[in-house]
C-alpha cells in the first residue's frame, strides 16, 4: 500500500484541483502484490501459487476492515488476465499495469471481471443472476472472474444457490470473495475455497507506510504524530491513511504536530494517562478527578480515557510477566521509565483487579446517558478499591491470623466474654475469639503430618488444606454418630453431596499417612456443629440478654472479633 497508482507532480507543479484530488486511500492503493503491506505470507503464497500454476478455482479473504482484502482480490484480477507488454504472457504474480486487461481491471471497467456487494445484493435472485453468465466464456480476458464483496450478507438460499456452481465451475471462472465475518460464512462454502486470513498490520508498519505517504505528498508530520495515527488506525492501513489525510488538511500547510492529532482524535495526553491511573492507584479521588475533567476540557473522550487506562493496565501487565519489553528501543520514553516503574510496585493482584474493574466501566460507559459522570464513578470505585487487599493477601492474613484469629482446641484454651454485633433485621451476629469455627484453622506444620483428635479438628484441617467446600458441609450438614482415630461415622443431612464420605476419606488418608474410613449412617447422629457453636452462643449471658432485649432476634451468624 505504499506504491501510488498515480506519482505526485513534481515540487513546483500546479497542485491538484479539488475536481481532481483523490483521497490518499485510494491514492496509495497497492497495484501489485509487493506493494501490499504487512501481509507477507498471502504475498509469498499467492505468488509461489501463480508462478506454478496451482491456480485455485475460489479464494476467501478474510481479515478486519482497510487491511488489503478487495485490493487483493483485485490484483489476483490483474495477475490471471494479464497479458504482458508484448500481448502474449501468461498469468504472472507481478501484472505488467499497462496491457488492456490490467487498465481495465484497474479503472473498474473490464466486462468479464465482475464486483458484486452482497451487502446490497444479497438474495438468491441475485446469485442466480450472477450463475446464468458462469455458462458462458469471457469476452476478452483469459477468466471470467467474479468478486463477491461482504460475502457473509448473502441468505442462506443464496449460499446453497452458489454451492454446486462454486464446487465445479466452468475452467474459465475464478471466484473471489472477501468478508470481515469470516465465522457467518457456511463451512460448505469454505470447504470449497482456498482461505487468506490477511492479519492486522502492525503499528510501526502502518508508521513507516505512513511516513512515505507525507513525504510524498509534500507533509511534515511529526514522529509522535505517526506514531498516534498508526495506534488509532488499529491494524487498518485505510483507517490509517484517511486520519492522515484529515491531519494535513487540518494543519493547512504546517507541520502536523502530536498535540494537533491527539485534539482531532480525542485522545487523553499519554503522560497524563499515567498521572491518572498512579492517583487512583494511590486512593487520591481528588487528583483523578480533577486530571479526569481537565483531559475532558480539553476535548478528550471520557470513553476514551478508559479505552487508554485499560490498555496501559494490559501494558503494565505485560511488563510484570516480561520485564524486558520496557526495553524496546519502539517505546516512547513515558512508557518505558515510569511504566516499569509502575509495574514494579503495583502487585500483580491488584493490576488484574483493576483490568477487571475498567472493563466492566468501560461497558457502563459506553450505555450510560452521560459518560463523564459514569467514568468518574468508575475512577471512585476503583480508587476505594486500591486500598482493600487482594484475595489472595486477605487468605494469607486469615491463615497468619490476622484478621481471623485462630483457635486453638476448646479445653486448652480460658473461654473469654462474647462480644455481640447487631446487624439489620434484628438479627445478631456474634463475634468472638473463641467459639469454634471452621474459619478459624490453625494451618498445619510442615514438619508432621496432622493428626486430627475430633470432628471439630477434621472440620479444620480440610479449611486450612483449602477444601473449604467439603469443610463446610461436614460443619453444617452432617450429624456425627461415631469418631475415632482413622474413623468417623455420620448421617448426612439433606444438603449433604452424595460422595462426602469418600472425598474425605481419600484426602485424610493421603494427608495423615494413616489409613481412614468414613461411613455413613441412616439413623442416629449428634447436632451439626454449626448448630452446637450458635446454641453455644445463646447460653452466654450477654447474648442472652440481647435476645431479651429485643424480642424476636435470632443469632445467625458467628464471626471472630476484631483486633
Same mark, same amino acid.
Given at each position: 500500500?505504499?506504491?501510488?497508482?498515480?506519482?505526485?507532480?513534481?515540487?513546483?507543479?500546479?497542485? &491538484?484541483?479539488?475536481?481532481?484530488?483523490?483521497?490518499?486511500?485510494?491514492?496509495?492503493?497497492?497495484?501489485?502484490?509487493? %506493494?501490499?503491506?504487512? @501481509?507477507?505470507?498471502?504475498?509469498?503464497?499467492? +505468488?509461489?501459487?501463480?508462478?506454478?500454476?496451482?491456480?485455485?478455482?475460489?479464494?476467501?479473504?478474510?481479515?478486519?476492515?482497510?487491511? *488489503?482484502?478487495?485490493?487483493?482480490?483485485?490484483?489476483?484480477?490483474?495477475?490471471?488476465?494479464?497479458?504482458?507488454?508484448?500481448?502474449?504472457?501468461?498469468?504472472?504474480?507481478?501484472?505488467?499495469?499497462?496491457?488492456?486487461?490490467?487498465?481495465?481491471?484497474?479503472?473498474?471497467?473490464?466486462?468479464?471481471?465482475?464486483?458484486?456487494?452482497?451487502?446490497?445484493?444479497?438474495?438468491?435472485?441475485?446469485?442466480? &443472476?450472477?450463475?446464468?453468465?458462469?455458462?458462458?466464456?469471457?469476452?476478452?480476458?483469459?477468466?471470467?472472474?467474479?468478486?463477491?464483496?461482504? #460475502?457473509?450478507?448473502?441468505?442462506?438460499?443464496?449460499?446453497?444457490?452458489?454451492?454446486?456452481?462454486?464446487?465445479?465451475?466452468?475452467?474459465?471462472?475464478?471466484?473471489?470473495?472477501?468478508?470481515?465475518?469470516?465465522?457467518?460464512?457456511?463451512?460448505?462454502?469454505?470447504?470449497?475455497? @482456498?482461505?487468506?486470513? /490477511?492479519?492486522?498490520?502492525?503499528?510501526? +508498519?502502518?508508521?513507516?507506510?505512513?511516513?512515505?505517504?507525507?513525504?510524498?505528498?509534500?507533509?511534515?508530520?511529526? &514522529? *509522535?504524530?505517526?506514531?498516534?495515527?498508526?495506534?488509532?488506525?488499529?491494524?487498518?492501513?485505510?483507517?490509517?491513511?484517511?486520519?492522515?489525510?484529515?491531519?494535513?488538511?487540518?494543519?493547512?500547510?504546517?507541520?502536523?504536530?502530536? +498535540?494537533?492529532?491527539?485534539?482531532? =482524535?480525542? /485522545?487523553?495526553?499519554?503522560?497524563?494517562?499515567?498521572?491518572?491511573?498512579?492517583?487512583?492507584?494511590?486512593?487520591?479521588?481528588?487528583?483523578?478527578?480533577?486530571?479526569?475533567?481537565?483531559?475532558? %476540557?480539553?476535548?478528550?473522550?471520557? #470513553? #476514551?480515557?478508559? @479505552?487508554?487506562?485499560?490498555?496501559?493496565?494490559?501494558? /503494565?501487565?505485560?511488563?510484570?510477566?516480561?520485564?524486558?519489553?520496557?526495553?524496546?528501543?519502539?517505546?516512547?520514553?513515558?512508557?518505558?521509565?515510569?511504566?516499569?516503574?509502575?509495574?514494579?510496585?503495583?502487585?500483580?493482584?491488584?493490576?488484574?483487579?483493576?483490568?477487571?474493574?475498567?472493563?466492566?466501566? =468501560?461497558?457502563?460507559?459506553?450505555?450510560?446517558?452521560?459518560?463523564?459522570?459514569?467514568?468518574?464513578?468508575?475512577?471512585?470505585?476503583?480508587?476505594?478499591? %486500591?486500598?482493600?487487599? +487482594?484475595?489472595?493477601?486477605?487468605?494469607?492474613?486469615?491463615?497468619?491470623?490476622?484478621?481471623?484469629?485462630?483457635?486453638?482446641?476448646?479445653?486448652?484454651?480460658?473461654?473469654?466474654?462474647?462480644?455481640?454485633?447487631?446487624?439489620?433485621?434484628?438479627?445478631?451476629?456474634?463475634?468472638?475469639?473463641?467459639?469454634?469455627?471452621?474459619?478459624?484453622?490453625?494451618?498445619?506444620?510442615?514438619?508432621?503430618?496432622?493428626?486430627?483428635?475430633?470432628?471439630?479438628?477434621?472440620?479444620?484441617?480440610?479449611?486450612?488444606?483449602?477444601?473449604?467446600?467439603?469443610?463446610?458441609?461436614?460443619?453444617?450438614?452432617?450429624?456425627?454418630?461415631?469418631?475415632?482415630?482413622?474413623?468417623?461415622?455420620?448421617?448426612?443431612?439433606?444438603?449433604?453431596?452424595?460422595?462426602?464420605?469418600? @472425598?474425605?476419606?481419600?484426602?485424610?488418608?493421603?494427608?495423615?499417612?494413616?489409613?481412614?474410613?468414613?461411613?455413613?449412617?441412616?439413623?442416629?447422629?449428634?447436632?451439626?456443629?454449626?448448630?452446637?457453636?450458635?446454641?453455644?452462643?445463646?447460653?452466654?449471658?450477654?447474648?442472652?440478654?440481647?435476645?431479651?432485649?429485643?424480642? *424476636?432476634?435470632?443469632?445467625?451468624?458467628?464471626?471472630?472479633?476484631?483486633?
Amino acid at each position: 500500500m505504499d506504491q501510488p497508482v498515480t506519482d505526485r507532480p513534481a515540487s513546483g507543479a500546479p497542485a &491538484e484541483t479539488a475536481a481532481e484530488y483523490q483521497v490518499l486511500a485510494r491514492k496509495y492503493r497497492p497495484t501489485t502484490f509487493g %506493494a501490499l503491506v504487512g @501481509q507477507d505470507a498471502l504475498v509469498r503464497t499467492l +505468488t509461489n501459487a501463480i508462478t506454478s500454476g496451482r491456480l485455485a478455482h475460489g479464494y476467501m479473504l478474510t481479515g478486519v476492515r482497510g487491511v *488489503g482484502k478487495t485490493t487483493t482480490a483485485r490484483l489476483i484480477a490483474r495477475a490471471l488476465n494479464c497479458i504482458g507488454v508484448d500481448g502474449k504472457s501468461g498469468p504472472s504474480p507481478t501484472p505488467c499495469g499497462v496491457c488492456v486487461h490490467c487498465t481495465a481491471i484497474a479503472e473498474d471497467r473490464h466486462v468479464d471481471v465482475l464486483e458484486m456487494d452482497a451487502a446490497s445484493r444479497t438474495g438468491i435472485d441475485d446469485i442466480r &443472476e450472477l450463475l446464468e453468465g458462469v455458462r458462458y466464456r469471457p469476452t476478452s480476458a483469459r477468466y471470467k472472474i467474479y468478486i463477491i464483496d461482504e #460475502v457473509h450478507m448473502l441468505s442462506d438460499k443464496a449460499f446453497n444457490a452458489l454451492l454446486k456452481t462454486l464446487e465445479e465451475p466452468p475452467e474459465h471462472v475464478k471466484f473471489i470473495f472477501a468478508t470481515t465475518e469470516i465465522r457467518k460464512v457456511p463451512v460448505t462454502v469454505l470447504s470449497r475455497c @482456498q482461505r487468506f486470513d /490477511l492479519r492486522r498490520i502492525e503499528s510501526a +508498519t502502518l508508521q513507516k507506510l505512513f511516513a512515505e505517504v507525507s513525504a510524498k505528498e509534500g507533509a511534515q508530520v511529526d &514522529e *509522535g504524530a505517526l506514531a498516534l495515527i498508526a495506534r488509532a488506525a488499529d491494524g487498518s492501513a485505510r483507517d490509517g491513511l484517511s486520519i492522515l489525510d484529515q491531519a494535513i488538511s487540518q494543519a493547512g500547510g504546517k507541520t502536523v504536530g502530536e +498535540t494537533a492529532v491527539r485534539d482531532m =482524535l480525542g /485522545l487523553a495526553d499519554r503522560a497524563l494517562v499515567f498521572d491518572l491511573l498512579d492517583g487512583v492507584m494511590k486512593g487520591d479521588v481528588k487528583t483523578a478527578l480533577d486530571i479526569l475533567a481537565g483531559q475532558y %476540557a480539553a476535548g478528550a473522550s471520557p #470513553v #476514551v480515557v478508559l @479505552q487508554d487506562l485499560l490498555e496501559l493496565v494490559h501494558w /503494565l501487565t505485560r511488563l510484570k510477566v516480561a520485564p524486558d519489553g520496557a526495553n524496546d528501543p519502539a517505546l516512547a520514553e513515558t512508557e518505558r521509565t515510569r511504566g516499569a516503574v509502575m509495574a514494579e510496585n503495583l502487585s500483580m493482584g491488584v493490576i488484574t483487579r483493576a483490568w477487571q474493574m475498567l472493563l466492566k466501566g =468501560l461497558g457502563e460507559a459506553r450505555a450510560a446517558p452521560m459518560p463523564l459522570q459514569a467514568v468518574e464513578m468508575v475512577l471512585v470505585r476503583l480508587a476505594y478499591a %486500591a486500598e482493600l487487599p +487482594t484475595p489472595a493477601d486477605a487468605l494469607k492474613s486469615l491463615e497468619s491470623g490476622g484478621a481471623v484469629a485462630a483457635r486453638a482446641p476448646a479445653a486448652s484454651v480460658p473461654r473469654p466474654p462474647a462480644r455481640p454485633v447487631m446487624s439489620s433485621g434484628g438479627q445478631a451476629a456474634i463475634a468472638t475469639d473463641h467459639l469454634p469455627h471452621a474459619v478459624a484453622a490453625p494451618q498445619p506444620t510442615a514438619e508432621a503430618l496432622p493428626q486430627p483428635q475430633s470432628f471439630a479438628e477434621v472440620v479444620k484441617l480440610l479449611f486450612a488444606k483449602r477444601e473449604a467446600v467439603l469443610s463446610t458441609h461436614l460443619h453444617r450438614n452432617v450429624h456425627l454418630v461415631r469418631f475415632e482415630q482413622g474413623l468417623i461415622e455420620f448421617k448426612p443431612g439433606r444438603l449433604a453431596p452424595s460422595d462426602l464420605a469418600g @472425598q474425605v476419606g481419600k484426602l485424610l488418608t493421603a494427608w495423615t499417612g494413616q489409613r481412614w474410613v468414613v461411613s455413613v449412617a441412616n439413623t442416629g447422629g449428634a447436632i451439626p456443629l454449626y448448630e452446637q457453636e450458635i446454641n453455644e452462643a445463646k447460653s452466654d449471658p450477654l447474648v442472652k440478654s440481647i435476645l431479651e432485649a429485643f424480642p *424476636g432476634a435470632t443469632v445467625e451468624a458467628i464471626r471472630p472479633a476484631e483486633k
